[in-house]
């Protein structure tokens, strides 16, 4: 069974970086996409970018895009998230998903949710001065 540990959270000013990884173990069966995905109090969760197993296509939200990097280790079986220019409206808790849609299908979150398993226990970003 697929099983997604993420690490990395932590406190940051604005403007500084972060990086976070995404270990998977176990067996991948028809997974073809890890995407991570951020939540906030009294919002829903939203795709922030992901990246295809195969062929590394990626994915960026539009206020993410330009500042975050996702990238995937093969031989670490572990998909990165680096965040640089971070600011206060990126504070989230961000998950680590799996799911066997194309990529694209990233940018249809409400679509997209219910084909994602398994998620990842989250870790918590807090950009702040």
């Known amino acids: 069974q697929l099983q997604l540990v993420e690490s990395g959270g932590g406190l940051v000013q604005p403007g500084g970086s972060l990086r976070l990884s995404c270990v998977v173990s176990?067996?991948?069966?028809?997974?073809?996409?890890i995407g991570w995905f951020r939540q906030t109090p009294g919002k829903g969760r939203e795709a922030v970018s992901c990246?295809?197993?195969?062929?590394?296509?990626?994915y960026y939200a539009d206020s993410v895009a330009g500042r975050f990097t996702v990238s995937r280790d093969a031989a670490k079986n572990t998909v990165y998230l680096q965040m640089d220019n971070l600011m206060p409206e990126d504070t989230a808790t961000y998950y680590c998903?799996?799911?066997?849609?194309?990529?694209?299908?990233?940018?249809?979150?409400?679509?997209?949710?219910?084909?994602?398993?398994?998620w990842g226990q989250g870790t918590l970003v807090t950009v702040s001065s």
């Open positions: 998903g799996a799911h066997i849609l194309p990529v694209h299908f990233c940018g249809h979150y409400d679509a997209l949710e219910g084909y994602i398993e398994p």
């Open positions: 176990g067996t991948p069966l028809d997974v073809t996409v």
């Open positions: 990246i295809s197993v195969g062929d590394g296509t990626t």
